[in-house]
């Protein structure tokens, strides 16, 4: 008989995500996200020393998978929330993670006067085009002629306005330091979300201010899509809209390697 030969472990769920089983549905790259930030924080060690913030939305339980200290804010107050324990603890890393119906809709003078105040916190911004919690409505971020549950003939403009571009319009404020955007559609773009993120953090580890990172997000249920079409629709409809560039990066941060 043959010797098996060892077993080498190239993958593993990181220390910083807890053995739950996810509630969100097939394709959702919520989940991408999560261990991204997860491996982030191990990988920084300082899974003792950060709080998370969950907003209201699909991610409303984010709190069961991170194995770090949460807190659940109000539909969009997170960055309110986080504003006061980062200020109460400023020794701690704080971040929110925030959908794009929280954050851009309810949440959106929060965001921008979190970033004009230059709060020394990081937000992890989901938008996948639609709230898709509540069964698929329009959002802030719904694309021109998108179809959802409550825009059946598509995204009106004339009626509703333009889709808002958040990190955009965040980059103006002077007290961000670094605001990106991302997408999580293949493993080459997964991969420097996760690099994006880590420089978030460092944004806030060197005391810079205002960090976030947008990532553009699939929703295959309320999209009417399965999993791997969904993928498609970003890298069709929403990177051509919401393209995949650096809107600000403090000079402070040109020496960090990641």
Request: hydrophobic share 35%; aromatic share 8%; proline share 7%.
């Amino acid at each position: 008989m043959g010797i098996n030969p060892p077993v080498e472990t190239v993958y593993s769920r990181p220390k910083t995500f807890t053995p739950t089983t996810t509630h969100y549905c097939p394709g959702c790259t919520h989940g991408v996200a999560h261990r991204l930030v997860a491996e982030v924080l191990e990988e920084m060690d300082v899974q003792e020393n950060t709080i998370g913030v969950a907003s209201v939305g699909c991610s409303v339980f984010a709190y069961n998978y991170f194995d770090c200290d949460f807190v659940e804010a109000a539909h969009g107050r997170a960055p309110a929330m986080a504003t006061g324990i980062k200020r109460v603890l400023p020794d701690r890393i704080v971040f929110t993670y925030q959908g794009d119906g929280d954050l851009a809709s309810i949440g959106m003078a929060e965001i921008v006067h979190a970033a004009a105040r230059g709060e020394n916190i990081t937000t992890i911004f989901i938008n996948n085009a639609n709230y898709g919690m509540t069964g698929g409505q329009m959002a802030p971020t719904t694309l021109p002629g998108q179809k959802t549950t409550s825009s059946p003939g598509g995204r009106d403009i004339e009626l509703t306005g333009f889709p808002i571009r958040t990190a955009e319009m965040l980059a103006t404020l002077e007290g961000a330091s670094y605001i990106v955007r991302r997408s999580l559609h293949d493993p080459k773009n997964i991969r420097l979300a996760k690099k994006s993120i880590r420089l978030a953090f460092e944004t806030q580890q060197r005391g810079l201010g205002f960090s976030l990172v947008e990532l553009l997000s699939t929703c295959p249920t309320n999209w009417g899509l399965n999993p791997v079409e969904s993928l498609k629709w970003i890298e069709d409809y929403m990177i051509p809209y919401y393209p995949l560039e650096d809107f600000k990066v403090s000079p402070h941060l040109s020496g960090v390697r990641v």
